[in-house]
């Protein structure tokens, strides 16, 4: 298995987790209150999993390497495209977080509205965001570099 294979894996146990993301918003708008110690898990999940395992391998070697040798379009695709979506993804957790505060000091319509925009704001960028992955970033990487590296 490749590194970009292992990427991909990575992003099957994401998507998995987004599902049950959906399914905890989708529980307050039936009418349940908040499980905030879980969405709380969710949050611990993202900047564990997600964003530190994930992201940071993603970051630190596969688009710090695009950039070096890509030149202008690694640069504009990495820089202003996939590192402008990991950090909106830590600000939906950041905000996430805060919601949640100020459901558990104060339950409020307010809060949970905080609570499901930002969890399901998450799981909506992220979606999108690693079928841009898996579709174009890695298969452009595969394609324009990274095989040569194989060869080598």
Same mark, same amino acid.
């Given at each position: 298995?490749?590194?970009?294979?292992?990427?991909?894996?990575?992003?099957?146990?994401?998507?998995?987790?987004?599902?049950?993301?959906?399914?905890?918003?989708?529980?307050?708008?039936?009418?349940?209150?908040?499980?905030?110690?879980?969405?709380?898990?969710?949050?611990?999940?993202?900047?564990?999993?997600?964003?530190?395992?994930?992201?940071? $391998?993603?970051?630190?070697?596969?688009?710090?390497?695009?950039?070096?040798?890509?030149?202008?379009?690694?640069?504009?695709?990495?820089?202003?495209?996939?590192?402008?979506?990991?950090?909106?993804?830590?600000?939906?957790?950041?905000?996430?977080? $805060?919601?949640?505060? &100020?459901?558990?000091?104060?339950?409020?319509?307010?809060? $949970?509205?905080?609570?499901?925009?930002?969890?399901?704001?998450?799981? &909506?960028?992220?979606?999108?965001?690693?079928?841009?992955?898996?579709?174009?970033?890695?298969?452009?990487?595969?394609?324009?570099?990274?095989? &040569?590296?194989?060869?080598?």
């Amino acid at each position: 298995m490749n590194s970009v294979e292992i990427l991909v894996k990575e992003h099957d146990n994401i998507l998995a987790f987004l599902g049950a993301v959906k399914n905890a918003c989708l529980n307050i708008i039936e009418g349940q209150e908040p499980d905030t110690g879980d969405f709380r898990k969710m949050i611990d999940f993202v900047r564990n999993y997600a964003d530190g395992h994930h992201h940071g $391998k993603e970051e630190k070697f596969l688009f710090d390497h695009m950039v070096k040798e890509l030149g202008k379009i690694g640069k504009n695709l990495i820089t202003h495209g996939m590192m402008v979506e990991h950090d909106l993804g830590r600000l939906y957790m950041s905000d996430l977080e $805060k919601a949640l505060d &100020s459901y558990d000091e104060k339950p409020s319509t307010e809060a $949970k509205l905080g609570i499901i925009s930002n969890a399901a704001g998450y799981a &909506s960028l992220l979606e999108r965001h690693i079928e841009k992955e898996n579709t174009l970033v890695f298969k452009y990487a595969e394609k324009t570099f990274l095989r &040569s590296l194989w060869i080598k």
